[in-house]
């Protein structure tokens, strides 16, 4: 890409979508340098129309369509659509920015968090560049700092998150098992009895309502889900620690907006809560705050940190709780500030 602020031509993939409304929204904020701007999404979206600052533009069908002329597209529309479609994109002459799982094991992919790894950026041997897990996201500024002051070995983390991680079914599932267990639910609840959440259970082998699920996704490894080692291997790829240990546990909270992490670290050398909080106040896309919250998050560029701590179990630790909007930051925002690195 060329080294300047000249207009771009740009795409959006899965400009209907959930995700895709907050990119397209984020380009508008942010006044990103757009000369033309397409819109693509599913044959079934083909003639609609969405309103961009003072456009209406038309839908276009991603699967048919010619992308020739377009300098970055935003891929915001699954992981199969990314792998049939952004070679193809790539191959047209544009940048892919995907937010998809689909290219971030590959090693000719760059895995980017904007404030963390730009660096990544140099080369695009396949003109595809990942967007990683909107959990790991959140926790990657937070982590960067701490491992460069003291060489990060571990990470012990449990997660909260929020239903729309599982885009506008999992908010609409909420919702609906809201209303079937009606106003009694509260008085059930305190009485110990079981609440009646209907047969709204599509997202979560649970119901998600006045509940967590511990189990997000399908099982792959030694008991570990999808999720899990997503934190896993995209953590050791953004911080290049290959040999990083990292044990987590995924858990869905009936929370709009925000993913949390409770994590422990262990580092090589000695590292205090104070030196902690000292370089997270300077760190970029940091916020340190004391009681960290998903309320606070929500609508948010920065993610937040507090309940910074020694860990007395390991010899060079610490205990944080980390949480950033999901929808903002851990997806459309870092694409589009990628979008701005090139």
Not at 67 to 90: E, N, R, W, Y
Not at 97 to 121: F, G, M, Y
Not at 312 to 320: F, Q, R
Request: aromatic residues 6%; glycine residues 10%; proline residues 7%.
């Amino acid at each position: 890409m060329p080294a300047s602020k000249s207009p771009k031509n740009v795409g959006v993939v899965g400009a209907t979508g959930l995700v895709g409304e907050f990119m397209l929204s984020i380009l508008a904020e942010r006044t990103f340098p757009i000369g033309t701007l397409r819109l693509f999404a599913s044959a079934r979206s083909v003639g609609k129309t969405l309103r961009w600052k003072d456009r209406e533009i038309a839908v276009e069908d991603a699967a048919t369509a010619d992308f020739k002329g377009l300098d970055i597209v935003f891929f915001s529309a699954g992981g199969s659509t990314s792998k049939a479609l952004a070679p193809k994109v790539a191959a047209a002459g544009a940048v892919v920015i995907d937010n998809s799982s689909a290219w971030r094991k590959d090693p000719d992919v760059p895995l980017v968090v904007s404030e963390v790894n730009p660096h990544a950026l140099k080369t695009l041997p396949k003109g595809i560049i990942a967007n990683p897990n909107c959990t790991t996201r959140a926790a990657m500024p937070v982590l960067k700092p701490l491992h460069e002051a003291a060489g990060l070995t571990r990470i012990v983390a449990s997660t909260y998150q929020a239903v729309s991680g599982g885009g506008l079914a999992g908010i609409q599932e909420l919702e609906a098992q809201i209303l079937a267990a009606g106003p009694a639910s509260a008085a059930l609840s305190r009485k110990g009895d079981a609440v009646d959440l209907g047969p709204h259970k599509k997202k979560w082998p649970q119901g998600i309502a006045f509940n967590v699920s511990p189990l997000n996704y399908v099982y792959v490894e030694d008991g570990y889900t999808e999720e899990e080692l997503k934190l896993r291997d995209e953590s050791r790829r953004i911080l290049e620690i290959p040999g990083l240990q990292v044990s987590g546990t995924c858990v869905r909270v009936p929370v709009y907006t925000g993913h949390s992490l409770s994590m422990n670290l262990e580092f090589e050398r000695p590292i205090s809560p104070e030196q902690a909080l000292a370089l997270l106040e300077k760190a970029p896309g940091v916020v340190v705050t004391e009681v960290p919250n998903p309320l606070e998050a929500t609508g948010a560029d920065p993610v937040f940190v507090g309940r910074v701590r020694k860990d007395p179990t390991v010899k060079h630790g610490l205990a944080l709780f980390v949480v950033g909007d999901n929808l903002r930051k851990g997806a459309a925002l870092n694409a589009i500030q990628i979008g701005e690195l090139l």
